[in-house]
């Protein structure tokens, strides 16, 4: 028969040798190992909100917020609701066994510190799923027994603030109409959640369908518990980069700026050639500022990528927050009164602006297609004016938006080319320029001569 080393051995033992546990002799430890059973053998498991409850939270939120979008009055008469921040629900069992009990704590700590509920749309939910407000409904729950189990707030305080303010909103026919109908298809629905709910346990389900709270189950071999862990409110954090992909948008934001810059810099080289030739330049040359210098000094895949970044901002909708009451919607701005004229031009022009960052994709698509349309690009795009065979010359503006800078010292041009990364020296004879200079052809002078 073999032998077993830790044949002996229990999980719980486990843990308290490595310190896990620190004692379970007494105190909250050896309570909970005697009511649910040892460390180590306990199962802890996550339990769902109940679907019902979060129709019925989400059916109530809903419709009490489109009744104060249509409402002003209904609005400011909810945002009046007094709002329980604090306060403490002590069971009456407890008080009648004549010991003192404190609310909240964490069943895994020797000693723990009270806690308290905090309050939201708690105390309208609760009135409504207690069948409270329809007298024919309400036939077996009497909400003012609940008063004197709440700690830290009076018994009138709680009956007039917690419970006949928020009946007699809720009973006001002017707001709400037929409430008779209206407030027995909720209670059924809370019904159907609960059967025997109350008040303050409506309250506490509303903060754990909002994700406040977690309710979770300890499962052991002598019994089981149901435990809501504290209230854990929204906090603001900020995003992680590496869950969200948001750098997308930043480098496709510094691509457009690289594009912007370069453009604003051959515009600026151009203009400085145009000034120092005297205005001798091809002025329709400069109506392709866009077109061939995005080809030459950006290239065709930062165009591409800006191309598409005024598409996306184009099939965006924009959405503006407004003030509806006393809460806040989201509204299209085409469809607000109260727009003012700078706005809607703005809004205007902007959408002008991204519409005309859409031709950067023609742009590319136009020059890559000049390997297939040949001889026929000439009949759609302009910029092959000054490209075909039968130019003899070009003037040093139009030359910096192909890519070409040049600076000439008496009949010799020095050029450089930014696209093959190149330095070109021509010479012209004196001849040919006095010719042209007889044939009144002076412009010809400035520009630069194109050889084989």
């Given at each position: 028969m073999g032998q077993f080393a830790f044949a002996n051995v229990s999980m719980e033992s486990v843990v308290l040798q490595n310190g896990t546990v620190a004692q379970v002799e007494s105190g909250a430890f050896a309570?909970?190992?005697?009511?649910?059973?040892?460390?180590?053998?306990?199962?802890?498991?996550?339990?769902?909100?109940?679907?019902?409850?979060?129709?019925?939270?989400?059916?109530?939120?809903?419709?009490?917020?489109?009744?104060?979008?249509?409402?002003?009055?209904?609005?400011?008469?909810?945002s009046a609701l007094y709002d329980p921040s604090e306060f403490c629900y002590i069971p009456a069992s407890w008080f009648e066994s004549g010991q003192v009990y404190g609310a909240g704590g964490n069943i895994m700590c020797p000693e723990s510190t009270t806690w308290v509920l905090e309050g939201g749309l708690w105390v309208l939910t609760a009135v409504i799923a207690l069948n409270m407000v329809v007298p024919s409904v309400n036939t077996t729950h009497e909400g003012t027994a609940l008063c004197p189990n709440v700690v830290g707030v009076s018994v009138d305080v709680c009956q007039a603030l917690m419970l006949d303010r928020p009946l007699s909103f809720l009973k006001n026919s002017s707001y709400f109409g037929d409430n008779e109908v209206w407030f027995s298809t909720m209670a059924a629905l809370a019904a159907t959640a609960q059967a025997d709910v109350r008040n303050v346990a409506v309250e506490v389900f509303h903060t754990a369908r909002s994700t406040q709270r977690e309710v979770i189950s300890l499962q052991g071999d002598r019994g089981t518990i149901n435990l809501l862990s504290t209230n854990s409110p929204d906090v603001d954090s900020l995003v992680n980069p590496l869950e969200v992909p948001v750098n997308v948008a930043s480098y496709i934001r510094y691509a457009c700026l690289y594009v912007t810059s370069a453009i604003i810099c051959v515009a600026f080289l151009s203009t400085l050639y145009l000034l120092v030739n005297r205005g001798y330049v091809e002025g329709l040359n400069m109506l392709e500022l866009n077109r061939v210098a995005g080809v030459v000094w950006v290239g065709r895949t930062l165009l591409f990528v800006r191309g598409l970044a005024a598409i996306s901002l184009l099939s965006t909708q924009v959405l503006?927050?407004?003030?509806?009451?006393?809460?806040?919607?989201?509204?299209?701005?085409?469809?607000?009164?109260?727009?003012?004229?700078?706005?809607?031009?703005?809004?205007?022009?902007?959408?002008?602006?991204?519409?005309?960052?859409?031709?950067?994709?023609?742009?590319?698509?136009?020059?890559?297609?000049?390997?297939?349309?040949?001889?026929?690009?000439?009949?759609?795009?302009?910029?092959?004016?000054?490209?075909?065979?039968?130019?003899?010359?070009?003037?040093?503006?139009?030359?910096?938006?192909?890519?070409?800078?040049?600076?000439?010292?008496?009949?010799?041009?020095?050029?450089?080319?930014?696209?093959?990364?190149?330095?070109?020296?021509?010479?012209?004879?004196?001849?040919?320029?006095?010719?042209?200079?007889?044939?009144?052809?002076?412009?010809?002078?400035?520009?630069?001569?194109?050889?084989?």
């Amino acid at each position: 028969m073999g032998q077993f080393a830790f044949a002996n051995v229990s999980m719980e033992s486990v843990v308290l040798q490595n310190g896990t546990v620190a004692q379970v002799e007494s105190g909250a430890f050896a309570t909970f190992r005697d009511t649910i059973g040892p460390f180590g053998s306990v199962d802890v498991k996550h339990v769902a909100v109940p679907p019902s409850v979060v129709r019925f939270v989400l059916h109530v939120k809903d419709t009490m917020t489109l009744l104060r979008t249509k409402s002003l009055s209904l609005s400011a008469e909810y945002s009046a609701l007094y709002d329980p921040s604090e306060f403490c629900y002590i069971p009456a069992s407890w008080f009648e066994s004549g010991q003192v009990y404190g609310a909240g704590g964490n069943i895994m700590c020797p000693e723990s510190t009270t806690w308290v509920l905090e309050g939201g749309l708690w105390v309208l939910t609760a009135v409504i799923a207690l069948n409270m407000v329809v007298p024919s409904v309400n036939t077996t729950h009497e909400g003012t027994a609940l008063c004197p189990n709440v700690v830290g707030v009076s018994v009138d305080v709680c009956q007039a603030l917690m419970l006949d303010r928020p009946l007699s909103f809720l009973k006001n026919s002017s707001y709400f109409g037929d409430n008779e109908v209206w407030f027995s298809t909720m209670a059924a629905l809370a019904a159907t959640a609960q059967a025997d709910v109350r008040n303050v346990a409506v309250e506490v389900f509303h903060t754990a369908r909002s994700t406040q709270r977690e309710v979770i189950s300890l499962q052991g071999d002598r019994g089981t518990i149901n435990l809501l862990s504290t209230n854990s409110p929204d906090v603001d954090s900020l995003v992680n980069p590496l869950e969200v992909p948001v750098n997308v948008a930043s480098y496709i934001r510094y691509a457009c700026l690289y594009v912007t810059s370069a453009i604003i810099c051959v515009a600026f080289l151009s203009t400085l050639y145009l000034l120092v030739n005297r205005g001798y330049v091809e002025g329709l040359n400069m109506l392709e500022l866009n077109r061939v210098a995005g080809v030459v000094w950006v290239g065709r895949t930062l165009l591409f990528v800006r191309g598409l970044a005024a598409i996306s901002l184009l099939s965006t909708q924009v959405l503006t927050l407004t003030p509806v009451g006393y809460q806040w919607g989201i509204s299209d701005p085409r469809v607000m009164v109260d727009e003012t004229a700078i706005d809607q031009s703005m809004r205007f022009f902007k959408t002008f602006l991204a519409a005309g960052e859409v031709s950067w994709l023609g742009f590319v698509l136009s020059d890559m297609l000049i390997v297939v349309t040949h001889q026929y690009t000439t009949a759609y795009m302009f910029k092959c004016h000054f490209m075909v065979w039968a130019v003899y010359y070009i003037d040093p503006a139009s030359a910096v938006i192909n890519g070409m800078l040049s600076i000439q010292v008496k009949n010799t041009f020095y050029i450089f080319d930014v696209k093959v990364w190149r330095l070109f020296v021509i010479d012209e004879p004196n001849l040919k320029r006095k010719r042209l200079h007889d044939e009144g052809a002076v412009h010809l002078l400035q520009a630069i001569p194109l050889t084989d």
